[in-house]
């Protein structure tokens, strides 16, 4: 199994710029990729960002260019920089890892970490 802890939230002006961090733990050997989602209120969970084992990436379309994910596999993290934030960007953002486990492909969640975007 995998864990997934994130780090990084907080409260940010427009325009301004946030971090996240998600450290995996357990069977980290069997993580294929990481992904970053989010949920607003009333809104269903979303893809944000992307990255695969061979370090290719994929966005959101609301974000690309604004958003970077990263990992690093010998620390087992993956990180999100978000920069020039909009309000629209509040939500609760979740880390994600694929991984599999015995052969079968499963998904695990982080538990989230608020990012609240003001005017």
């Known amino acids: 199994q995998v864990q997934l802890v994130e780090s990084g939230g907080g409260l940010v002006q427009a325009g301004g710029s946030l971090k996240l961090s998600c450290a995996a733990s357990?069977?980290?050997?069997?993580?294929?990729?990481y992904g970053w989602y989010r949920q607003a209120p009333g809104k269903q969970r979303e893809l944000v960002a992307g990255?695969?084992?061979?370090?290719?990436?994929n966005y959101a379309d609301s974000v690309k260019g604004r958003f970077t994910i990263s990992r690093d596999n010998a620390k087992n993290t993956v990180a999100l920089q978000m920069s020039s934030l909009k309000t629209e960007d509040t939500a609760v953002y979740y880390c994600?890892?694929?991984?599999?486990?015995?052969?079968?492909?499963?998904?695990?969640w982080g538990q989230g970490t608020q990012v609240t975007v003001s005017s």
């Open positions: 994600n890892a694929d991984f599999l486990n015995w052969g079968s492909p499963e998904r695990a």
């Open positions: 990255i695969t084992s061979g370090g290719r990436t």
């Open positions: 357990g069977s980290t050997f069997s993580i294929n990729a």
